[in-house]
């Protein structure tokens, strides 16, 4: 029996699971005698680890304390996978304190984080404050960090080597700090949605060029959606010398024939062209035949459930069944 049996994988906002599924004792699972406390620690937490952070923390935890105490354990927490569907007004818990918490689980010990449809400067500073072994960072539709935030942290992260940045909000200059603070930077993912202007002649190289110009160890690249030219994109072959991956889908304004078509052909053993398909691309690829809808950000304020409290330990003579009160509610 896998993960999927033990506690729910869902992305929606139900995560914990209810207590005909999971009995307290862990002895019992849908019918099956099996004990699953009597799992080597290390077996359990490599079942753990395919759960996501928020399943972890409002879910798996809470089962018994002995999934409670090897979810403390630092060696957790190396990745941090806050995937969720956005939904955050329909949430009982702030995903942001939630990440902080998970942060500092992991001691400084902390490699790799995704943060999905929240965030905000101050998080950041707390990721890289207590994270300087940093090397994987994934942002996506994350409205609430500045450019400022995200430069201010670029200078606190020089092991950095994989960055994804899809559906935020930046400037050119802020990825020019990003290149220059992180020279070990591998891997770099732009990505917004493509777009199509009936009529219109619009093109824009800024982030090409400060590609080009500031990440010169890039070995993998992928601008889906960008507005770069011909112009751009021969900046950034010239740029980064190293490049293996180049992923140029729905870049619409690239026309890649003649010396620059040979040139990428020659130089890149993985290409992706603009008009490739975008089957295994994670994000909505539909283009739309207009701008995008402007709008102002906005802070986000949603309720939670108070999951961070170590209330369970011993020292604070919680026991499960006060669990059960303050999950459960029976």
């Known amino acids: 029996m896998d993960s999927q049996a033990l506690v729910s994988t869902s992305t929606s906002t139900q995560l914990s699971p209810s207590p005909q599924t999971l009995q307290r004792s862990g002895k019992e699972v849908e019918g099956c005698s099996r004990n699953w406390l009597e799992l080597p620690p290390d077996v359990t937490a490599s079942i753990l680890l ?52 998970a942060v500092d689980r992991s001691s400084s010990g902390l490699i790799d984080i995704n943060i999905e449809y929240f965030g905000t400067d101050d998080l950041l500073h707390h990721i890289f404050d207590r994270s300087r072994h940093l090397k994987r960072l994934r942002l996506v539709s994350c409205y609430n960090i500045s450019d400022e935030g995200l430069s201010a942290v670029a200078a606190k992260a020089p092991l950095l080597e994989e960055l994804e940045i899809s559906y935020c909000s930046f400037s050119k200059e802020t990825y020019e700090v990003v290149g220059r603070c992180c020279p070990l930077l591998k891997t770099f993912k732009l990505n917004c949605q493509g777009c199509i202007f009936p009529g219109v002649d619009i093109d824009c190289d800024e982030e090409a060029l400060a590609i080009a110009g500031n990440m010169p160890e890039l070995r993998h690249l992928q601008i889906f959606g960008n507005q770069l030219t011909n112009n751009g994109l021969q900046a950034i072959l010239d740029g980064c010398p190293h490049l293996e991956s180049l992923d140029l889908r729905q870049c619409f304004n690239v026309t890649l024939d003649g010396s620059l078509s040979k040139l990428c052909a020659e130089r890149i053993k993985d290409l992706r062209r603009p008009y490739d398909s975008t089957d295994d691309y994670p994000f909505d690829p539909e283009v739309p035949e207009q701008s995008p809808a402007g709008g102002s950000r906005s802070s986000t304020s949603v309720p939670y459930l108070d999951f961070l409290s170590d209330y369970n330990d011993d020292d604070h003579g919680y026991s499960d069944d006060d669990y059960n009160q303050m999950y459960y509610d029976y």
């Not at 018994?64 to 949430?91: V, Y």
């Open 50 to 101: 395919r759960l996501g952070a928020i399943e972890i923390l409002t879910s798996a935890q809470v089962v018994c304390s002995t999934w409670r105490a090897i979810c403390k354990e630092p060696s957790m927490w190396r990745s941090i996978d806050m995937h969720n569907l956005g939904d955050l007004w329909g949430m009982d818990y702030d995903l942001e304190k939630m990440c902080r918490h």
